[in-house]
């Protein structure tokens, strides 16, 4: 005969990027195992493929694979708000002192974060005439392999550049990237004057983050700070 098992409490969510409405349930005890193994590994790879499965098995209808950091990391802090508590504690330096004193404890409710969208961001870029490319945002995967590249390796940035287009556009045509060889895509980046390349680097430059913007004093020299705190690790 089998043992019971509860009916778990779920609730909702509107992923960033989309719009789109998800259910989404707690952590389980075999979740919090896999978080806390992949921690104590000090492996990155380890770790984001643990958070990968865990919203895998508490988000419904949901690719993973898919979605943008921002909305990787909303994702995740929502249901560790349900899992763990809804308050985080953080412990923030001061800016002058240099005594291990120096450290102001600071409250956040998880709850209450949002994907902050700077003013100049967007996705539909406009680049000579009538053309112009609508950018995708890169997943989890691909935030990592920017922080690996050498930025004086063109072809490096020109591969990331590539993976986040979605189309190309004019007034009477769309052409969809997945759809065109990469010396193609190559071919159209280097017809690009450097104003117009540019502007794609804006989006990367200005795209979404999860962030909050805290105050707090100095505990020994009482110095005000305002700072933002961002990444998943800060809230995890």
């Given at each position: 005969m ?5 009916n778990t ?6 992923v960033?990027?989309t ?13 919090e ?16 493929d ?20 921002f909305?990787f990391e909303?994702?995740?802090t929502q ?6 508590g809804?308050?985080i504690?953080?412990l923030?330096k ?20 949002e994907?902050?969208i700077?003013?100049?961001h967007q996705?539909k ?7 112009g ?7 989890f995967?691909t935030?990592g ?9 063109i ?10 287009i ?18 193609e ?20 430059e ?19 700070h ?8 800060s809230?995890?």
């Amino acid at each position: 005969m089998a043992l019971p098992k509860q009916n778990t409490i779920t609730y909702s969510l509107i992923v960033p990027s989309t719009g789109k409405e998800v259910k989404f349930r707690p952590f389980l005890i075999k979740d919090e195992k896999d978080l806390l193994l992949a921690q104590q590994s000090e492996d990155p790879k380890s770790m984001i493929d643990t958070l990968k499965n865990v919203i895998k098995n508490c988000v419904t209808d949901i690719d993973v694979e898919s979605l943008a950091t921002f909305d990787f990391e909303y994702i995740f802090t929502q249901i560790r708000a349900k899992s763990v508590g809804e308050n985080i504690e953080l412990l923030l330096k001061c800016d002058k002192c240099d005594d291990e004193k120096a450290l102001a404890k600071v409250s956040i409710d998880i709850t209450n974060l949002e994907v902050n969208i700077p003013e100049s961001h967007q996705k539909k870029i406009p680049l000579f005439d009538d053309v112009g490319v609508m950018m995708k945002y890169p997943s989890f995967d691909t935030i990592g392999e920017l922080t690996k590249i050498d930025e004086t390796d063109i072809n490096q940035m020109f591969d990331l550049v590539i993976g986040c287009i979605d189309q190309i556009y004019n007034s009477n045509e769309i052409f969809h990237a997945k759809e065109q060889t990469r010396d193609e895509m190559i071919e159209f980046l280097n017809n690009l004057s450097s104003e117009q390349f540019s502007k794609i680097q804006s989006f990367f430059e200005t795209m979404p983050k999860l962030s909050k913007e805290v105050e707090y004093d100095c505990p020994v020299c009482a110095l005000k700070h305002k700072k933002v705190i961002e990444g998943l690790q800060s809230f995890f």
